[in-house]
């Protein structure tokens, strides 16, 4: 049974709404945002000033229909955090988008000259952490990334803060389609996904929640009641046993119906909600530069998109403070008694 202390406790209610969903929108993408930027200018780096901007824009028009924002310290943070309501939850990265690309696979790391302990002391209710994983890389990329994840874990443990953690499989050189585009891995095997999931699902990583990819590609996930939704459901369901704790779906670039249809076989297998991005703001985001365009797609399309995946959340993804993990009373402030201000130090802390 896990027990959350109570520092991790306060960040996971702030993520989610009253009734323990999580309707997140993430902010904290780079490349996906940088680079076609750059394209457009014609430039090797793209502006600071239009990247931070687009993500300050992403907070005004999109933080209503969020229970909690996905910021980075590059950008979003600086730039928006002023924008930011004060009654929504914090979630900051930490990983580097930039990684090592070896024979035997990817490295990660955290972003220079920042932290978990600089995400706690900012005020922020969690931290996020992505790592590409592929069971069947190199030995040795295979305990980096594991030292990686273990590593922010027990810091996590030490500030006492939520860590999300996000999976994501990537082609190794012997694979057919090849791309380090923070994109859904085209053949991506299921038992690669499942796998990932098992390892880091450990007690020795600190794993609170789970930010997830579709275990199947996107498009071959036809929604419950689909044709053949069945075999896709086992799959899914596999996957929720596995995390042992909460989780929730990311889009990976996935559009908007795709990822609806996913979000169906999450919530009957037992997900809590969704930190989504591009499906949400992407095709806003395609009329860069132009700014009113971009506000009037996001205030509209994007809105009503949100809404429509937050009905659905409300309608069927699962409490994340009912998880069986928790035990059959659920996640709860412990100790509930005078013992608390005895006891606090002593819960790593």
Partial sequence: ?????????????????????????????RPPIKNPIARHYGLKDAPWEDVAGFKALLIETLQDESTAMLLDPHYAVPRGIGLLSPQKGLI?????SLFVETPEGRLSSEIDDWSV?????????????????????????????????????????????PFLFELLVYPLEKDAHQTSDYVEMRGKKADDVLASVEEFAKPD???????????????????????????????????GRLAGRPWVMLSAGAGKADFRNILTHAYRA???????????????????????AMRTGLE???????????????????????????????????PADASFRHVYGGMGL
């Fill in 1 to 29: 049974m896990i027990e959350l202390s109570p520092g991790k406790l306060w960040g996971m209610r702030r993520m989610a709404d009253s009734a323990g969903r999580f309707k997140m929108t993430a902010v904290d993408q």
């Fill in 92 to 96: 900051v990265t930490l990983e580097d």
């Fill in 117 to 161: 302990e600089k995400i706690r002391r900012m005020g922020a209710d969690a931290v996020k952490v992505l790592a590409w994983y592929r069971p069947d890389a190199g030995e040795k990329v295979n305990q980096h990334q594991k030292d990686f994840v273990r590593r922010i874990g027990e810091a996590c443990q030490r500030f006492d803060i």
């Fill in 205 to 239: 990583y600190g794993v609170d929640v789970f930010k997830l990819e579709s275990p199947v590609n996107a498009s071959d996930a036809p929604g419950v009641g689909g044709e053949g939704w069945e075999a896709v459901q086992s799959v899914f369901d596999e996957m």
């Fill in 270 to 292: 037992g997900a809590s909600g969704y930190l989504a991005g591009r499906a949400i703001w992407l095709e806003a985001f395609g009329q860069f530069p132009d700014w009113p």
């Fill in 300 to 334: 509209g399309g994007a809105v009503g998109y949100m809404r429509d995946l937050n009905t659905l959340t409300d309608a069927d993804a699962a409490p994340w403070f009912s998880h069986p993990a928790y035990g059959p009373e659920g996640a709860r402030f412990r």
